[in-house]
């Protein structure tokens, strides 16, 4: 959480927050005189009038502190708000929505079965006095003495023993006790497997909630029925294990579902779709789509469908994912593919119709082409379950590409069946572009890629706001999305330079601030501002001519909007820039000083007839002389480069090479120095310690490495991410 959040609230917004921080803040405004154009008591007056002003700075400190106490997420929904008063209630009615859904499935069996665990200690009546023996062995999983118990009082097993009505099964269930369930199953009758708590819960249904896989089995090997009985929720066992994400229960109970179990309720099947994307369960999700098609444009709640989960899933893509620069090197080279555990027609359904290759890999099963080929693939496959073994990293390599292959795969589909099963065009719009936007916002180009592909037409498909795509994408600084719909102008459409609904172009919206999460993925306020220089000076070179001199609805041109949005980055990058040259010209004048001081100090001495060096013939001295003078003038290059920086005018246009070159300079000369100081030092303990054993001579001068690598180490990222950012790749290649 950044440190201005935390002066408003105590953590940042989510979803699982709302009651506490809408109370926070509200306090805070109205602390700050700002909740009155936050609940509307003080309206917006005309442009024109003269307290328009006053109303104006209101809503933008209101709105800035909003957006500042939202968590990335939440901020997505309200970045584009041109009034607090608008942020407040779409925050209001999403996390209410949201809460809503929450509270109908997932809190509801969450508190009962934590209520359930709270009351078991407590005096449950007639039930728990009577069999009390038989309770507490449930509980802690002693089946010696439950066997003892139920042997002389074999009424018991069906028995309600607390106040939930648990019987035996329920209790031992709910505890995880899995050998307790398993010879419990065996002793009790079918039907009373069936028997259900007050809340209309059976023990599969607790087993579905923090059980393990192996009681799911014992019970539905007993009676089939389970499987289909609902609780007071009106779900299902297979519904309880995708709501609590128990991904080893509900991969067994998933694939005890037949097809018509899944078509004979299509809301339970969305349900379970849904749930299957928000458990990262890809693959089931896919099997069951391609079981259930018609789950792909049904709308599960507050009229969404499973594309808009989807789309708030951005880590699950590869254009999303950060690796390292070996962790992006395996996960070009590790072999995966699409485990055949739900469907014996998963092999035709995940084919990648648009990369043969990828088929071969991913497809369940191998090609069916030769016996050779059959055993490349399978020793390919052998060679990387035996490395995961040795070298623990790639199986979480593995485990990402997997998700990520699937997770395309699944967009794909989705997408696949809504164009197909749908021919009502502003249907197919209404229940694709909402998603559209969202990906674009997170900056999921797989999800864009595909939805282009299979409805071209949604590249023009405007928000609530009346910005397309590729506005939606560079208001956000997405710039994966942004090369993607730019790449050989294929997607630059007249749409792209429509006005939205505050009259701004799309050199507007580049002119905009970055949303704060994007903002701080680069270091250091000036390099931010470079960054979004070289975002607004991209789009310019875009759009034409006519727009850069466009007024919005506030009376600014871009330029103008820029200046106004960023003076406080200038400020910031003004800051840590004269910062930065002051320390690094202290060390600088330092090194100058003692090299200067050691060029007339010469190791060894002079002779006093001549006045030359001692050791002017050996290498040592030879090392030491030019090492000396590498050090003094790439020095002294050093200092002149941040002194120049202390001295710049800081305009906004010299934020964009001038004052980045010269930092880079300096830095790179900086360092240079400092490695030519080591070396004059390591050569004058060669010099001094001639006589000496070899070994420590060579000790004490290797000891010169450490502060010229430990200043690489420190500052090398800095110097990498200006030389990217300077003369790397633009926003266009």
């Not at 009229?303 to 880590?315: G, H, N, Q, V, W």
Request: charged share 20%.
């Amino acid at each position: 959480m950044s440190s201005l959040s935390k002066d408003i609230v105590r953590e940042v917004l989510t979803y699982d927050n709302y009651d506490e921080w809408q109370v926070l803040m509200k306090n805070y405004l109205v602390g700050q005189s700002l909740w009155s154009v936050v609940d509307e008591t003080e309206c917006q007056p005309p442009t024109g009038d003269p307290s328009y002003a006053a109303w104006k700075e209101k809503n933008s400190k209101a709105l800035h502190a909003i957006q500042i106490s939202c968590g990335a997420v939440m901020f997505s929904h309200v970045k584009t708000s041109a009034s607090a008063s608008d942020a407040w209630k779409a925050l209001a009615n999403e996390c209410r929505s949201a809460w809503g859904r929450r509270r109908k499935i997932t809190e509801t069996l969450c508190s009962h079965s934590q209520k359930m665990k709270e009351v078991l200690g407590d005096d449950g009546g007639e039930g728990l006095s009577k069999y009390r023996i038989l309770y507490d062995a449930a509980l802690n999983g002693d089946w010696k003495m439950a066997k003892w118990f139920i042997d002389k009082h074999s009424e018991a097993l069906a028995a309600g023993l607390d106040k939930w009505s648990n019987t035996a099964l329920h209790i031992a269930a709910l505890y995880g006790n899995t050998q307790f369930v398993i010879e419990l199953v065996k002793i009790t009758p079918p039907e009373s497997l069936a028997r259900q708590n007050c809340v209309a819960s059976t023990a599969l249904h607790l087993v579905a909630e923090g059980g393990t896989k192996r009681m799911a089995e014992v019970m539905l090997e007993r009676n089939q029925s389970l499987f289909h009985i609902r609780d007071s929720n009106g779900m299902t066992p297979l519904l309880s294990a995708a709501v609590f994400s128990r991904k080893d229960v509900l991969s067994y109970l998933y694939s005890r579902a037949t097809d018509a179990d899944l078509n004979s309720n299509l809301e339970d099947c969305v349900a379970v779709l849904i749930h299957l994307i928000n458990a990262e369960c890809y693959g089931m999700a896919l099997d069951l789509l391609h079981r259930c098609p018609n789950a792909a444009s049904t709308p599960y709640e507050n009229d969404e469908t499973a594309l808009d989960f989807l789309a708030r899933k951005p880590y699950a893509f590869k254009s999303r994912r950060r690796l390292g620069f070996w962790h992006r090197k395996l996960y070009s080279w590790v072999h995966v593919e699409f485990p055949d555990t739900h469907s014996h027609t998963a092999k035709k359904y995940y084919k990648d119709e648009e990369d043969p290759v990828k088929e071969e890999q991913v497809s369940n099963g191998f090609p069916q082409r030769s016996s050779t080929h059959q055993l490349l693939c399978y020793s390919n496959k052998l060679f990387w379950d035996v490395l995961q073994q040795i070298v623990p990293s790639i199986k979480e390599v593995r485990r990402r590409k997997l998700m990520h292959l699937q997770s395309r795969e699944l967009v794909k589909q989705l997408f696949k069946k809504v164009t197909m099963m749908i021919k009502n065009d502003h249907k197919v719009e209404q229940l694709l572009g909402p998603p559209l936007i969202v990906a674009a916002e997170f900056g999921i180009v797989e999800f864009v890629e595909i939805a282009l592909k299979y409805y071209p037409r949604l590249i023009e498909y405007p928000d609530a706001n009346l910005r397309c795509i590729m506005q939606v994408a560079v208001l956000n600084r997405q710039e994966k999305v942004f090369k993607m719909l730019n790449k050989k102008g294929r997607q630059i459409t007249l749409r792209t330079f429509d006005r939205d609904i505050y009259m701004n172009n799309i050199l507007h919206l580049a002119a905009k601030l970055a949303p704060p999460h994007q903002l701080h993925s680069v270091s250091g306020a000036a390099l931010q501002l470079q960054r979004e220089l070289q975002w607004f000076k991209a789009i310019e070179m875009l759009a034409p001519p006519k727009y850069k001199e466009r007024k919005n609805s506030q009376g600014l041109t871009p330029q103008l909007l820029f200046s106004e949005e960023h003076k406080d980055l200038i400020a910031k990058g003004e800051s840590w820039m004269k910062e930065t040259a002051a320390s690094c010209t202290v060390a600088a004048a330092l090194i100058i000083t003692m090299m200067f001081a050691a060029a007339f100090t010469v190791p060894g001495g002079i002779r006093s007839d001549t006045g030359t060096p001692i050791f002017e013939h050996s290498h040592s001295f030879l090392v030491f002389v030019i090492s000396d003078a590498f050090a003094l003038f790439s020095a002294s290059t050093s200092m002149l480069m941040f002194l120049s920086i202390l001295t710049s005018r800081y305009a906004e246009i010299d934020f964009l090479e001038s004052l980045p070159r010269k930092l880079i300079i300096g830095l790179a000369m900086l360092f240079l120095s400092i490695a030519s100081m080591m070396a004059t030092f390591s050569s004058t303990m060669f010099i001094m310690l001639r006589n000496r054993q070899g070994p420590i001579s060579i000790i004490l001068a290797s000891l010169g490495v450490v502060p010229a690598t430990l200043f690489a180490f420190l500052q090398f990222p800095l110097f990498v991410d200006m030389m990217s950012y300077t003369y790397g790749s633009g926003i266009f290649h």
